[in-house]
């Protein structure tokens, strides 16, 4: 603790929010020398949370709740800010609601960025964000039972699966235009393949004029495995499977976070190698991403090639790790495996033939006419939508705000590297994918560099002692974004509460306004822009809301049309 | 345009043979584990590393056995189980070719006799687990003699254990200071 106290950043966000708001503050503690929880009073949240990020320069991270009912008798709600302007670190403010009332003030109204953690909050733990505009469920499905919250310690076993309790789909999707409109859904199967949603498009004519969205029907409860069924360092191999492309990415964001609750030291060459994967991770995603940017642009050669090309960032991948998906190799304290001179010589024979190869293809896709013109301007993402509700990755910085958890909070081994931030002020979906593409080439830059420069020492810290109900942050910036794990540890060598925070969880919310103002056929390079890996859907049912006459159409034609703009299957 | 067709002339065929021809893999892949039952003592510290729960022990106190088991329909090749094997029994192989026509091919098991306690004469421990502590007192340079002698504490369950240690404590008399206190 005495070496918290003497480094403490952030000390000042603290100082100002006590005189602002003064006695609201009533516990101050610091995980680490850069991470601060502030409990405030209850009635001051949606104050607090305001201030921090309009007045400060915060954007919401995560916010969660926590059923505490059986350390202090309360729930408490967490809002994770992560502090940009200036000097950077992370504000956690809580704040303990009544089990009782269960009813906190929601900060929604305020921060459009809350809302879809309040809805899971509502959901989740039958909390009542009072005030809250948007009371819809989120994460649970229509038919589940009214007053069961999954998340509240003694509801229920992780194994038990209710009764359904409604046969229609009750979920109202919201229209926010003013004229009639056709109205399309997209779904509900399979929009991404890691993120089944169902979309609803309000179109007139070929424009849409807004656009409304489910997700979760893959909701896995992860959460709640992990705090009933596993130790806590078996989490790490839980926390890989949460995506099955920056899985690497979350095994590190739950080890850090773990790492700083007990205030465990990772050797620095294992935090470098954890980098490296990070890195190799965000190779392979960003070459997935550029070949569906050409393939929804109608340029599938382009998409042959990248796809052939990314082969090679995954032999890289098998070869680090052991496995083709970066996953398995992550431990608290440090890493299983090491890199040693047959691989790093392999490595760096891989990196630079991808580099030669993606730098010509690149080149190519750059050249094609098709790639402007079927994306400049498109999907725009307002920079002041994008302040209003924190997206993160490639996403937020074609906004042009330069959010880089790399560069904002450097983790792993990224501490002695300055990784530049590439930003565009275009908003568009060109702007996205030229940042991934340059993106590429840092992360080429950034492995050669850390092979070179490769500190020597132990892999794993070993010896540290699990401390009852302590818990921290744990961040990453993967290929998608920032993601974000809180843990806190229980007392029977478990978890108490896991809350993982996936990249794409920050970029749903804002998609809503990229998409108004397009046409149905850019509809999909929309999605596929913000990269929920891939946007696919088995079939599209439309509903000519004035003849109310419904037709069923196969995905493929709509996707067809996205590529071909031709013959539309809405004539 | 010019520019992608020289490319793609120049990669030729980029499509694999597999599975006609054998697909390359990487030095270090973790695949399948592969079981010796031979080497396996049935220590247990594979099912209580695996974190998924794949390789799980059941004791059948009847029958006096205790059955490994795989399901590789749960297994992650994460490869914990081989880094915590005391004898090597349990290691990854580099197959990968896992899918089966029926469910109960992706179970693997391998049952061990249980050894009775010297004492109480309930099964408790596998005999293997039993031989190879033995054969490791021999190996530091005990006699056979000793080691003999030593069979016997190693052939008693914890049970049995806690109970003669009970006896031993019973002769010790723990009111020695209260009688002190009364007499003064």
Redesign the interface.
Known sequence: MSAIAETKVGQHYIDALRQRFPFTVLKEEWQTNEQVTVTIKLGDLPNVVEWLYYNQGGWISVLFANDERSIHGNFAVYYVLSMEAGVKCYVVVRAEVDARTGEFPSVTPKVDACVWGEREIRDMYGLKPVGLPDERRLVLPDDWPETLHPLRKDTMDYRVRPEPTSNVENYKFVNDASGETREIPLGPLHITSDEPGHFRLFVDGEDIVDADYRMFYVHRGMEKLAETR?GYD?VT??A??VCGICGFAHSVAYATSVENALGIVVPPRAQVIRSIMLEVERLHSHLLNLGLACHFVGFD??FM?FF?IREKAM?LA??LT??RKT??VNLIGGI??DIQKAERLATQKLLGELKKEVT??V??LLETPNLTQRTSGIGRLDPEVARNFSPVGPNIRASGFARDTRSDHPFCGYKNYSMPVRTKNTCDVLGRVLIRAEEFFDSIDFIMYSLDNMPNGPLLAEGHVYKPYSFALGFVEAPRGEDIHWSMLGDNQKLYRWRARASTYANWPPLRYMLRGNTISDAPLIVASIDPCYSCTDRVTMIDVRKGKSTTVPYSEIERYGRERKNSPLK | MF??FK??LK?GE?TLKYPFAPMP??????GKPEHTPEQCIACAACAIAC??NALTMSNDTEAGTRTWQLFLGRC????RCE?VCPTKAIVLSEEFELAVGNKSDLYHKATFKLANCTCCEKPFAPQKEIEYTVDLLKQTGMSAAAVEAKRNLLQTCPDCKRKQSLQVTDKVELTRFMKKGSEA
Do not use: H, V
């Open positions: 596993m078996e191999f839980l890989d499977r050669t382009g090639q052939r032999t098998e070869m052991g496995a996953y398995g299983r495996r010509e293809l080149d190519m | 520019k992608l490319t793609i990669t980029a893999i990487s030095p270090g892949f973790r974190p998924a992650i090749f994460c490869g880094e």
